[in-house]
């Protein structure tokens, strides 16, 4: 299938020069290329101008309830290991109603892939401070001031909490957002893709991303030195910080790690079921 027959007949209806269109698009292309059946593909969302994007797409669906994307997806994937499961939504939605869950879906490791698109607001409410909004962003009437607290970390608290695939991409990049999500998609586990996805409505000067998001260092499965380079990045890198798979929860027996989604794996898979049908009888 091409990129476009993966669009459904919805129209989306964000503002003009919405980072949320590109996320969308490359989604499709990233669909394409995996070579993806919409049948077999699930889109997981909560609530929140990011969240609506799986009415967009022509796969299953799930709109789900603010800050539940992950549970949901959770749930899902272990009841139906042989499905494709994406979750996505904002930052609003991921890191401050659902931030416990975002920690937990980690630590988990759970085989999907989470796309945060983060607008450092709360877009569909008309543009209030996030946990990412930066620290003295003063646009907001609720927070004139801005929020006077350090933004939240979301790669630096993926890493600490287990996460074994973390990158962040730019909507202002198609090629590396639809790269980054077929990599993270292929990764066996939880992979966690922070998307800089701008809000121009509420913060005009999120147009300026394309100018000031940079490449990383190479990407590395040393998690100490992974977490030196988030730390040491402004937030405006771009790439993968983080690479190591390990564990999936429900673990296979034998503690075998799944050889990627994408790839198949249907043995593991009839598995992971059989593994669960003794549990249901227990
Ligand atoms: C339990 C609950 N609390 C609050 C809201 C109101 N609400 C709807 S969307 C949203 C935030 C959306 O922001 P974000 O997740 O960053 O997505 P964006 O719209 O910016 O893409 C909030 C607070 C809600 N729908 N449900």
């Not at 593909?41 to 603010?66: D, E, K, Q, W």
């Not at 994307?69 to 401050?96: C, M, N, Q």
């Not at 673990?251 to 598995?271: F, M, N, R, V």
Request: aromatic share 8%; net charge neutral; proline share 8%.
């Amino acid at each position: 299938m091409k990129a476009k027959d993966y669009k459904s007949r919805v129209k989306p209806i964000w503002c003009p020069g919405c980072g949320h269109y590109s996320v969308l698009n490359a989604l499709t292309k990233a669909f394409s290329q995996l070579e993806l059946n919409p049948v077999d593909t699930v889109l997981v969302s909560g609530i929140g101008c990011s969240s609506r994007l799986p009415a967009y797409i022509n796969t299953y669906g799930f709109h789900g309830i603010h800050g539940r994307a992950l549970p949901l997806a959770t749930g899902l994937k272990v009841a139906r290991p042989e499905l494709e499961v994406i979750a996505l939504g904002g930052d609003g939605d991921g890191f401050s109603i659902g931030g416990n869950h975002f920690i937990h879906a980690c630590r988990r490791n759970v085989n999907i892939l989470y796309i945060v698109m983060d607008n450092e607001v709360y877009g569909m409410t008309k543009g209030q401070a996030s946990p990412t909004t930066p620290e003295l962003w003063d646009q907001s009437k609720l927070t004139p001031r801005g929020p006077e607290v350090p933004p939240f970390q979301p790669c630096a608290v993926a890493l600490a909490a287990g996460a074994g695939f973390i990158g962040r991409a730019h909507s202002g990049d198609p090629k590396g957002l639809t790269q980054l999500i077929c990599q993270g998609m292929d990764h066996p586990g939880f992979a966690f893709l922070h998307v800089l996805s701008q809000c121009i409505t509420y913060c005009p000067e999120q147009q300026d991303w394309k100018s000031i998001t940079h490449e990383i260092p190479p990407v590395t499965s040393d998690r100490a030195l992974a977490m030196q380079n988030i730390l040491q990045d402004d937030g405006f890198g771009k790439g993968i910080f983080y690479c190591q798979p390990r564990a999936v929860w429900p673990h296979l027996p034998g503690g075998a790690i799944l050889t990627g989604p994408s790839s198949g794996g249907t043995d593991q898979i009839e598995e992971i079921r059989q593994q669960f049908a003794v549990h249901a009888d227990a």
